[in-house]
């Protein structure tokens, strides 16, 4: 499977508090993770950061063969489990107080896409030249989406469309929304933190994927978009693409 990621500081922020990460080939799947934290310099940082640890470490040895609703458990359990380390991190350190993150996981392979995610941090799919949102933003905003009382284009200005309602580390307990996509051979997964989903519009991000040519290309194309509408926030970007990886290159 073909993958590219990208993180940048932005035009505003002082410290990057958003990781990513990419694990091909594990057990016949690819992992990849967004995290974007909060609670400010050291602690968001260190959120995100042991969020994505802590979550490839759960699912580093995932048994073969099995069925998704085994796969689903593992990866509920995996995201479970960094939140309770988080969460006690939190609480055993005065300087980590508060520290949460958001984060959105993929275990991809070549028939489908379990798609975990808690807080405002998206996952994406570009098929057939259409761009899907797959997941639903935790954040306030978004509950008066889904009661009716705002529509998504009013949410995706509205001044407080960064107030989450569910992140990773902030609660003993949290539940991730967790969903089965099917994908074909040519289609793209895009996982974001909300530095690139705040800042360019789906049309802007559904072009730069339709425009074809290199996945590491693409992801600097969606990096410096963002950037170039005022980079108010980290940029982050990972993408997977139905397909086969490139062989390495021996030599010169």
């Known amino acids: ?7 940048d500081i932005g035009h505003v922020r002082v410290v990057n508090e958003d990781r990513a990460l990419v694990v091909p080939e594990l057990q016949g799947f690819t992992l990849a993770i ?4 909060m609670g400010g310099h ?5 959120a995100s950061q042991l969020a994505v640890e802590l979550i490839r470490d759960e699912l580093r040895i995932l048994p073969p063969g099995e069925s998704g609703a085994v796969y689903e458990e593992r990866l509920r359990l995996a995201i479970a489990a960094a939140n309770t ?14 520290m949460g993150t958001t984060v959105v996981v993929t275990l991809a392979d070549e028939a489908g896409l379990l798609v975990a995610h808690i807080g405002d ?37 509205h001044p407080r469309r960064n107030v989450l309602i569910r992140a990773l580390g902030t609660d003993e307990s949290v539940d991730a929304d967790i969903r089965y996509h099917d994908w074909k ?3 793209i ?3 974001c933190s909300d530095g690139l989903s705040g800042m360019i519009t789906e049309r802007m991000i559904g072009d730069a994927l339709g425009a074809g040519g290199e996945l590491e290309k693409t992801a600097d194309t969606l990096v410096e978009l963002a950037l170039a509408e005022g980079g108010d926030d980290n940029i982050t970007v990972v993408l997977l693409e139905n397909a086969p990886a490139e062989p390495a290159r021996v030599g010169g």
């Open 189 to 191: 997964v895009l996982l």
């Open 42 to 46: 050291q602690a968001g940082d260190t």
């Open 185 to 187: 051979p040519g289609d």
């Open 121 to 157: 941090s998206r996952a994406y799919l570009y098929q057939d030249g259409r761009l899907v949102q797959l997941t639903d933003d935790h954040s306030l905003v978004y509950e008066l989406v889904r009661s009716g009382q705002l529509t998504k284009e009013e949410a995706e200005k």
């Open 85 to 98: 380390r988080i969460y006690e991190t939190a609480k055993a350190q005065e300087q980590f107080s508060g």
């Open 34 to 37: 967004v995290a974007d934290g």
């Open 1 to 7: 499977m073909k993958s590219a990621s990208r993180t």
